[in-house]
């Protein structure tokens, strides 16, 4: 009886073991199977160290990219030229705009049947590949970036980076002395941080409106220049008595160095942060590169050229997108984005918060649409009601200011926002107007697909 109940509490002991083992496993397995089957080595998931997608296609079912059984692009130099920046170059100093939380759904992964679920590995992007290419031509030889993005819905339409290359056939970038592709590994609507100069003025506006209860009402004197002690604001014209509708359309920065200082450095602060023009935003997984506004403790003449969008202003082209869509959409626009599908998972807009009211981005809108009526000419953009500020950023003595141009259209059939910046390439409106509107033109026609 002894022996039989020794090896009874043996059995049970190893029982108890074994199930607790059991146990232990089947907990560590609800908790890393995912990891387990997704590692970066992991041939179900990666191949030569990429995802393997089957393919990456535009909005329209071009495809863009296809992973098996090698790695191609586009069909021709100009489109893998124009994609490149959100698909990641063959050597991999260009990472894809879009980050690997896409992997999970287009690997059909699931915690019952784990990959057994795989299904067609395809991800649709929002962009479409004819705009980028109108886009990049439009750029011509200008670095810089051109967006689209829809602010009802968040989805990108245009997103190109220049200088870029094709894919299929890199330059040597070692012996390469033109500077012409200085910069090309940068992402720049995503990672790019820009002096905005003038376009600016639209934050200056926004805090304004929300701040002083009576800027409708006042008026500001421009003599052409503004003395501050030994400094001094410069404005490119001599404007006389400006209400602050005409010192945006004229682009005063007498008046704009006076709204500033009315508004003052901490609320121009605010204004800026809260428009998120300070912060990152995770687009699709990818961090985008802040913007920066910085007056802690500043001179008045540092306050005025703040808010004309020079001293230490830097804005990232996303940020600023994002800006525009909130205006077009009364205080309030879509967050935007580039995947609109990755197997399972399936793109949702999702709405800023209110960032100011919805008086103050009529307020805006109005001022806008008079900027283009009265400065940029509407002629250059038939059909198509376009709101927008021009801005020519000064960037260092002997170098061509950068043109910045950023706005929406005003319409409900073809809610677009955008925004341009050509590095050194002179006036904003001259140069950066055409150009936006031959890509509002290409993405109108996009929507009507
Ligand atoms: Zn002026």
Redesign the pocket.
Known sequence: MKKISRRGIAVLLLTLVLTAGMVLFLFTWTQNAKDWLLFSGSPHVYRDGRPALTQVKDRDGETLLSYSPALAYGDTPLRRAATMHLLGDRSGNIPPAFSQEYLLPLTGYDAINGLAGAGERVLTLTISARVQETALQALGNHKGTVAVYNYETGEILCAVTSPTFDPDSPPDLTTDLTGAYDGVYLNRFLHGRYTPGSIFKLVTTTAAMEYVPDIFARTFI???EMEFGVDKVI??????E?DVKT?LA??????FAQIALLVGAENLTKTAESLGLTSTFTVDGITTAKGQFDLSADAPVNVAWAGIGQYTDLVNPYAFLRFMGTIAGGGQGAEPYFVRRAGSYMAKTTLTPQLFSQETANGLTAFMQNNVNTIYGAWQFPDIEVCAKSGTAEVGEGLLPHATFAGFCANDAFPLAFVVVAENAGAGSDICAPIAAKVLHACVEELAR
């Open positions: 421009c003599e052409g404005c490119a014209g001599n404007h006389g400006v010192a004229k682009s005063c920065n007498c008046a």
